[in-house]
């Protein structure tokens, strides 16, 4: 069995970080994983999900991802990828079908028939390697056809002498990790990691996952039949959060080496330099005077983390809100230093996630989950409970007819929310 690289979440083109010191990351990081599994004797890169950030991607964004894969393939590497939900679109073709149609990646192929998802195999004779990929969906629907037995793995019997590797882009329960507990980011529904052994082939070597930005497990080295290797930088705040923390226990952001002649399949974690370095700070100011000052300090001890693209996440204190003016000119001014900056109050922590919950409750009615009154209830106490609102149930069920307003105007929805719950 060759050597085998792994990784997943690059989201290479995204859109919250388009205008910040740390957009350039993204393609360094790509081309680092790329030298670094060609230097290591990788044969094959695997991409778990969400190359790109959307179908589409911008074009500049293309044009750099296809030097990387086109490095890749001169030097004998052959990248694997599954769609993501992210870059995922069963209703027209993106970007993706255009690398694979060009030669330059190989694409993992799927298809809805009767309610039944088909996954149809890579195979590379030269090696008796095959592969499939379960794609991600919006919506979380890969999860579903799990959990129902609907996921067909095609002519795999054919391969029962073959080495069989599966690229899954979905949410599961893993080495202590539940994902639906972060139910904003991965969806309320999970599957478990038993009910996904059960659904691939027999015998299969490996099970490289995606769609989970946290690497499982967090270890340098393992052995294991299945991994998350965590998304490299990530899409949002949540992402730069988690960085952090995983420092802090020592743990980088980083790909995988697996090595899948070895039963169970030995891994090894390779660390990405040119993921960004992230701070966490908190402070407390009593107007935006004070709060400029103690802002440029904090980016100023910023700078002196050793990496090329870092992150300063500010918790403010004594302040209700921060004027956007003051928002702008603070980014700014961190962004002219090379500091990604991102400043949050304790009133817009509560707002956004009362936002993300009563999102996530709506997205479950497309899944045909629970009627609309069941959901409404269960995102009320939900709101209620976690994040100890203090409100009553007929608040937050005025909060949910406000947001389906079709007569508001999202300046005027933002104003009544904010002077209801804060």
Do not use: C
């Not at 995922?88 to 039944?116: K, W």
């Not at 004070?290 to 980016?299: A, G, S, T």
């Not at 209620?384 to 929805?413: C, F, H, M, Q």
């Amino acid at each position: 069995m060759v050597l085998i690289a792994h990784t997943s979440d690059l989201h290479l083109g995204v859109a919250r970080f388009k205008d910040s010191p740390i957009r350039g990351a993204y393609l360094e990081v790509f081309e680092e994983i790329a030298s670094k599994a060609i230097a290591a004797g990788a044969k094959y890169l695997l991409v778990a999900g969400d190359l790109f950030d959307e179908v589409s991607p911008p074009m500049e964004v293309v044009i750099s991802a296809i030097k990387v894969v086109n490095k890749l393939k001169s030097a004998g590497v052959r990248v694997v990828v599954v769609p993501g939900n992210h870059d995922n679109s069963p209703s027209r073709r993106g970007v993706l079908d255009l690398l694979a149609e060009t030669g330059l990646i190989h694409l993992a192929r799927y298809r809805e028939e009767g309610g039944v998802l088909y996954l149809e195999p890579l195979v590379f004779e030269d090696d008796m390697l095959v592969f499939y990929g379960l794609p991600g969906f919006r919506g979380s629907r890969e999860v579903v056809y799990l959990r129902d037995g609907r996921v067909k793995f095609e002519d795999a019997k054919k391969y029962a002498g073959y080495d069989i590797v599966v690229l899954a882009h979905v949410s599961t329960k893993i080495y202590g990790y539940d994902p639906s507990l972060h139910f904003s980011r991965y969806g309320k529904i999970s599957t478990d990691e038993g009910e996904l052994s059960r659904a691939v082939p027999a015998g299969t070597k490996y099970v490289a996952l995606g769609h989970v930005h946290i690497p499982l497990p967090q270890s340098d080295s393992f052995e294991a039949r299945a991994a998350y290797p965590g998304a490299p930088i990530g899409m949002d705040i949540n992402d730069l959060k988690e960085t952090a923390q995983l420092a802090k226990k020592g743990v980088s952001r980083r790909f995988l080496l697996v090595d899948a002649s070895k039963d169970p399949p030995l891994v090894k974690a390779v660390p990405l330099e040119n993921s960004p370095k992230v701070v966490i700070s908190e402070i407390r100011a009593g107007d935006s005077g004070e709060l400029k000052k103690q802002v440029f300090k904090e980016v100023e001890n910023a700078l002196k983390l050793e990496s090329k693209y870092r992150a300063l996440l500010i918790y403010v204190k004594g302040l209700k809100n921060i004027e956007a003016e003051v928002d702008r000119e603070l980014r700014y001014q961190a962004a002219k230093k090379g500091v990604h900056l991102e400043l949050r109050t304790e009133a817009q922590e509560t707002f956004e996630s009362i936002l993300l919950v009563l999102g996530e409750a709506y997205s479950e009615i497309s899944l045909g989950k629970a009627g609309f009154e069941e959901i409404e209830e269960r995102a009320l106490k939900e709101l209620a409970e976690k994040y100890k609102l203090g409100l009553p149930l007929d608040k937050l069920k005025w909060i949910i007819n406000r947001l389906s307003s079709p007569t508001v105007k999202p300046s005027e929805l933002l104003e009544e929310l904010e002077k209801e719950l804060l």
